[in-house]
């Protein structure tokens, strides 16, 4: 009795993280309608050079730059970039807002985080 109470408890808990996430992938798809893409591409993180000319107590957490233009933004999101490679678009809706919408590495989804954009630095 007790073996089957860890399952069905299992199997209930995994029913709701499924029925979470997905509902999350479906909510950003429909946040996206009627919004203008400005920049899209691979992103890469751009962390505080060491021996640079800049002090990294003030370089900005979870800062990117599109690899194949000076585009540099950062993320709102505590978490930034999942997975091993990162890629995305800037978008802005009607409120003027600019969000980066990350492209899920399985195909299956997009997460949405506030940016705010910034002047790519020279780290050389």
């Known amino acids: 009795m007790i073996k ?27 946040d996206l309608e009627g919004m203008l893409i400005v920049h899209a591409g691979e992103v890469e993180k751009l962390d505080c050079p060491i021996a640079g000319n800049y002090d990294c107590m003030t370089w900005p957490l979870n800062l990117y730059k599109f690899e194949s233009k000076a585009v540099c933004f950062k993320m709102d999101s505590i978490f930034g970039c999942t997975g091993l490679f990162c890629r995305g678009f800037i978008a802005i809706g009607n409120d003027k807002t600019p969000y980066f919408v990350q492209l899920n ?20």
């Open 4 to 30: 089957f109470t860890i399952n069905l408890c299992t199997l209930i808990i995994l029913l709701m993280l499924t029925s979470i996430s997905f509902g999350g992938i479906l909510d950003g798809y429909d």
């Open 105 to 124: 590495n399985t195909g299956t989804g997009v997460t949405k985080s506030l940016v705010t954009l910034y002047k790519c630095p020279n780290i050389y």
